[in-house]
């Protein structure tokens, strides 16, 4: 059953990036042209609602830094959300990372009869359930099936940070200022997010796909807003950049003329052993025959970076954006080396959380760990950190005489 979902899955990715031919590839995208329009609608009216207060969100008390992006997948939300948590810890603040839990093992629901019942006093209200702490700053307490894999890696990679899932976020926020006295909160993914009040919106964009892959909304394209919803961002982050960006930025420009721009790409920091802990360096793989594994929403960026790391890509296996590896799947890929006879397997460290324990084979096989790297703009991301963390300064003498009139 679950292989057949996937396998729907990634039909219906193939035939929105436009890999797929023939005549029913191209009937769905008429269907998914006519879909986009009336998800355009819903888009559209639900901003108009939150932005002219119809629908009001909600202020918790604290900073809300809010990471994400225009598009589905892909653009490098969570490395820069552990930049960024790590950079305001430094600075001393008590933050805790908010996430959804994108694919993680779903709650027990409160049954709707019960739901119904307790609205017409028939029986008591149901109590609410605990979002899920993932870590509470000094152990990590959940795996990735129970967390989700973004939450785990976060959690794993930021010691001292508590990291907090749940899909009612404001729930979460007011869960993680009562229990870790948290006083800024890094929302994972939360530009779509509107309930929560954001202080900050950082938006990501892929140099590569910089407004999706064909300009369409979901489902017939990628983007989940339109790119005039950039209007809202405070900070803009370029990822996977060369430095090159003029063409980009001059895009930007036409939906966002205030907002900071940073420019920044994923750095391979080295490859891990799985099993031994065991690090090798980036150039370690020079000249090597690898086989590469990934199951993330775009493989050819991660198969290219080991080409660049001067791999030779021997066995490719590619599975869905956030598939739960079983042992059958990854014992036939071994086997695959095996036979082809190659020097090691890679897979990405998103990628490795959700492997099952496995025995140790007759190669190594390494998870690539990724961090990012600025390389235009580091002052401005200095400067942000700095307006988050440091409290605003009243000159002297103004607060208390203002203070004292107004009370």
Known sequence: MRD??????????????NNRRGIRASMLRVVFRGLSGVYSAVVRTRLYLYRHRYIHDHHLGVPVISVGNLTVG???????????????????????????????????????SKKMAARFGLIPKPPEPLPRIVSD???????????????FMLAKNCPGIPVVVDKNRVKAGAHAIQRFGADVLVLDDGLQYLRLKHRHDIVLIDKTAPFGNNGYLLPRGTLREPPRSLRRASYIFITKSDGDSEDIIAQIRRYNRAAEIIECRHRAMHFED????????????????????????????????????????????????????????????IERCVRRDVHCMVTTEKDYV?????????IPFYFMRVEIEIIRGRDVFDKMVRLIAEPRRVPAGVLPADFMEAS
């Open 74 to 112: 892909g653009t490098g939300k969570t490395p820069v959300v552990e930049m960024l948590a790590k950079a305001l810890q430094e600075h001393g603040r008590r933050v805790c990372i908010l996430s959804r839990g994108y694919k993680s093992k779903r709650q027990r629901k409160v049954p709707f």
């Open 137 to 151: 700053g000094e152990k990590v307490l959940l795996d990735s099936h129970n967390a989700g894999d973004e939450p």
């Open 354 to 362: 959700r492997f099952p324990k496995l025995p140790v084979a007759d």
């Open 274 to 333: 799985i099993h031994t802990g065991e690090r090798l360096p980036m150039d370690g793989l020079q000249g090597q025959f690898v086989g590469a594994l990934s199951g993330i929403a775009v493989p050819e960026s991660f198969e290219n970076g080991l080409r660049k790391l001067g791999a030779k890509v021997e066995v490719i296996a590619r599975f869905a954006d956030h598939h739960r590896f079983h042992g059958a799947e990854l014992k036939q890929f």
């Open 4 to 17: 057949s979902l996937e396998d729907l899955e990634n039909f219906i990715i193939d035939v929105v990036i």
